[in-house]
T-cell receptor, first 114, second 116 residues
Framework: NAGVTQTPKFRILKIGQSMTLQCAQD?????MYWYRQDPGMGLKLIYY???????DKGEVPNGYNVSRSTTEDFPLRLELAAPSQTSVYFC?????????????FGPGTRLLVL | AQKITQTQPGMFVQEKEAVTLDCTYD???????LFWYKQPSSGEMIFLIY??????QNATEGRYSLNFQKARKSANLVISASQLGDSAMYFC?????????????FGSGTKLNVKP
């Protein structure tokens, strides 16, 4: 099992450009999440999905969009990049968000918007 | 109000000594889960330990234990016999509600440095 994979590892964007951060998991997890981690801070939830075709906003969704056409993939789209979106982005998944079932995290994508 | 508070931005500990990382939480839901994660300089998030709100005993996982004081709403992580490889950021997190899939909150982290 590769677990949760994310691409790219690092990207520099110019203000106003768009890009898609890729996330895939091979654990057949229904629940997937996108977080951002600003320097010196904890993670904040951007969007989440409870299964293919079902997504919803988290705590900080502005400036982002997601889709979930398959169980495996959960891409995050930035349409008009802004400096405030400079952050490290983590994708995570879990089979059942109850009990001691933790979220499994990808390695992160570091994004710099200049 | 902050859901998870970690008041120690940075900590130093001597190798082989024990260290306690503080975490307090805020919730009115009687059902919740508490997690600790380690984030080394390489950036990945590594799950360490879990404590459920109804668990009677403190959780332990190898050198990690969780000092759970429910009345005080604290869930401190204790690392025994620190090793150089323990140097990392440590995050406390809470899942609010028994099966809430979107109410997962993280603290701001504590950076632990283990000195040889």
């Amino acid at each position: 099992n590769a677990g949760v994979t994310q691409t790219p590892k690092f990207r520099i964007l110019k203000i106003g450009q768009s890009m898609t951060l890729q996330c895939a998991q091979d654990m057949n997890h229904n629940y997937m999440y996108w977080y951002r981690q600003d320097p010196g801070m904890g993670l904040k939830l951007i969007y989440y999905s409870v299964g293919a075709g079902i997504t919803d906003k988290g705590e900080v969704p502005n400036g982002y969009n997601v889709s979930r056409s398959t169980t495996e993939d959960f891409p995050l789209r930035l349409e008009l990049a802004a400096p405030s979106q400079t952050s490290v982005y983590f994708c995570a998944s879990t089979s059942e968000p109850g009990g001691e079932e933790t979220q499994y995290f990808g390695p992160g994508t570091r994004l710099l918007v200049l | 109000a902050q859901k998870i508070t970690q008041t120690q931005p940075g900590m130093f500990v001597q190798e082989k000594e024990a260290v306690t990382l503080d975490c307090t939480y805020d919730t009115s839901d009687p059902s919740y889960g508490l997690f600790w994660y380690k984030q080394p300089s390489s950036g990945e998030m590594i799950f360490l330990i879990y404590q459920g709100s109804y668990d009677q005993q403190n959780a332990t996982e190898g050198r990690y234990s969780l000092n759970f004081q429910k009345a005080r709403k604290s869930a401190n992580l204790v690392i025994s016999a620190s090793q150089l490889g323990d140097s990392a950021m440590y995050f406390c997190a809470m899942r609010e509600g028994l099966h809430n899939f979107n109410k997962f909150y993280f603290g701001s982290g504590t950076k632990l440095n283990v000195k040889p």
